[in-house]
């Protein structure tokens, strides 16, 4: 008798958590498809804005020296008239040199110079952190960033469902006896094939399925606040008085700069020593940021009002390399110099993190393996829209059937609190379709009564 009432009772809890597994599924589906298309091919950004912009940005490389940041900007600002934003020194001997300006209307675009002769190659609309203006529409796709406020807070709760898919199909997929496939399909047709094509797939996907849910995270507008705050809160996001020894703006990091490091861009920019007289020459400052030995690839912006300051910053596939530096406007002394082994250990963590979700600590392999992991994720969403396809009934939704042990429905409330905890986006709807559960429970209960 309690061997069978196990059995039951396990049932149930399959058939609960089964339920709960399907409709998650089917809700966020065409959410990870999205996400997964669009960060396979943002993994390539790089590679894609060198071969788009070949023209623009590779040069015959020369024996002699490149000019001097004066000449190349100027040369820039003469062809392109405004202000100029930033500067980026070729970063090999066959590339050319980035300059950009911002023009009286407030638009910014990127002016390419040939660093050996000062020929401005052309211009291009300057899509920041993306690269080029194909890539910051896969990248505003990635994030629903044109949804707005709602496009967040949907990326947010789908990747934390992302997680208790994972979870719950690991339950799912355990063997428990049955003869299903484990380590590779079963050789045979129909539903069960792609059920195990579903299952088998998750199971050598789900580390990688969960590292990227959770490093995207830190952007989101809930868990990501949360998250930053108590980093600092526990002495782990930034070095504790890392601020204390110069003054500060009121101005973000992350509003100054196109990229910075995610725990930094919440932090103040620091100003100036003086508030007034004559800028540093930019040959100067180029020259104090590359003996203090920054990686190439840098790029150097310019300050912004009188107190404003000089920054060099790079983000290199090597994220060891990862650096700020900001300097004087005035003297061109480094204010603040920081690599990302100086940072908190979270701070660390969440920059190596990111790094790795964006495909850009491992080279060519680091992009492949997560490539696969996303062409992973699109093949399980595909097999899970067949199978429950082919066992939806006529004219109706094909779920798993409500558990009639009422014990079952209040333990699965209890995980949803839990989870409400850690994902709070996903918590709440969690909460709702288990009272739903216990409601459609006790109805069905009165009505066989």
């Known amino acids: 008798m309690a061997q069978a009432s196990s059995r039951t009772g396990t049932s149930a809890l399959y ?30 950004k790089d590679e894609y804005t060198l071969a788009a912009q070949s023209d623009l940005r ?13 000449a190349i900007t100027g ?7 405004g202000t100029l934003k930033s500067y980026t020194p070729a970063t090999g001997p066959d590339r050319s040199a980035e300059v950009k300006i911002t023009d009286a209307e407030g638009a910014t675009d990127i002016v390419f110079v040939n660093p050996y002769n000062a020929t401005v190659l052309g211009t291009a609309w300057d899509a920041g952190a993306s690269g080029s203006p194909a890539m910051h529409v896969v990248r505003k796709l990635h994030s629903l960033e044109y949804v707005g406020w ?49 299952a088998v797939t998750g199971i050598y996907t789900a580390g990688f399925i969960v590292f990227l849910a959770l490093t995207g995270l830190p952007w989101s507008g809930i868990w990501g606040a949360k998250f930053y705050e108590l980093s600092y809160a526990a002495g782990i996001g930034m070095p504790d008085g890392y601020w204390s020894d110069y003054p500060t703006s ?38 104090n940021v590359e003996a203090a030995g920054i990686h190439p690839g840098y790029a150097l912006n310019m300050p912004s009002g009188p107190e404003g300051v000089f920054t060099a910053s790079v983000y290199p596939h090597d994220i060891s390399r990862e650096r700020v530096i900001h300097l004087d406007q005035y003297t061109g002394e480094i204010l603040f110099d920081m690599g990302v082994d100086e940072l908190g250990a979270l701070g660390w963590a969440a920059e190596w ?48 059937t409500l558990p009639t042990d009422w014990r079952i429905p209040r333990g699965i409330l209890v995980i949803a609190v839990a989870a409400g905890i850690f994902f709070p986006l996903v918590g709440l709807p969690l909460i709702v379709v288990a009272a739903i559960e216990l409601l459609l429970l006790g109805a069905g209960r009165m009505r066989s009564a």
């Open 75 to 81: 040369a820039a600002l003469a062809a392109h008239p």
């Open 250 to 287: 009121t101005v973000p990091t992350g509003e100054a700069l196109d990229r910075s490091p995610w725990i930094l861009e919440k932090q103040p920019m620091p100003v100036s020593g003086a508030s007034e007289g004559v800028p540093a020459a930019i040959d100067t400052v180029v020259a």
């Open 58 to 70: 590779i040069v015959t490389a020369e024996e002699t020296a490149p000019l001097a940041p004066s």
């Open 353 to 400: 993190g990111i790094g790795i979700h964006m495909g850009q600590a491992f080279g060519v392999v680091n992009q492949i393996v997560l490539a696969l992991a996303c062409a992973a994720m699109v093949l399980m969403s595909v097999s899970a829209v067949v199978m429950w396809w082919k066992r939806r009934p006529a004219g109706g939704l094909g779920a798993p």
């Open 15 to 44: 058939r609960a958590v089964w339920r709960w597994h399907f409709y998650a599924g089917l809700i966020i589906l065409p959410f990870v498809i999205l996400i997964a298309i669009t960060g396979a091919i943002y993994l390539f």
């Open 150 to 198: 709602w496009g967040n807070r949907i990326i947010e709760a789908v990747a934390g469902w992302m997680v208790l898919l994972v979870a719950t199909g690991i339950y799912l997929w355990w063997p428990r006896g049955r003869n299903v496939g484990i380590a590779r399909p079963r050789k045979t047709s129909g539903r069960p094939w792609w059920r195990d094509i579903h």
